[in-house]
């Protein structure tokens, strides 16, 4: 299933007022999810297994890494096994890095929340506005984004360009 994504990611000091703010806005909290992603090595764009207690996936995607607003063209699959496909995974391509990370998952209509404590990198917000099935359309999720990040008021300074795995990869140089 191919699915349009847009994210965004900033830094996060006060997860308690983004918290407020979502409640305040009637979000629907799915839970607290501890996840385990691994990333593979790949030719092109990143695969991940993600582990949780919630969500359980084999997610391939390309983005471009950039401050803001930025469009993924995603392929998920729900993982069954997620133990035995980790083992086929790291045996035919190798583990790149792994993040270990605690996340909060909120939901208003098609955009999914995630306030994220990251093992090594400290806590973060993320919007993540979701088109499934292709009728909401880049414009209208790039807009839901904009209009959360005014919400939140999250500055320019405060976003992240790149993904978990890569600041990991890059502190670990």
Known sequence: MSILNIEIKAQCDQPDRIRNILREHHADFKGTDHQIDTYFDVPEGRLKLRQGTIENNLIFYKRNNQSGP???NINLVPAEHPDK??????NALNTKVVVDKQREIYFIENVKFHIDTVKDLGNFIEIEAIDEDGTIGEERLRDQCQKYLKLFEISNDQLISYSYSDMLLQAAE
Not at 85 to 90: A, F, G, K, P
């Open 70 to 72: 930025k469009a993924s």
């Open 85 to 90: 496909l980790l083992t086929l995974l790291d």
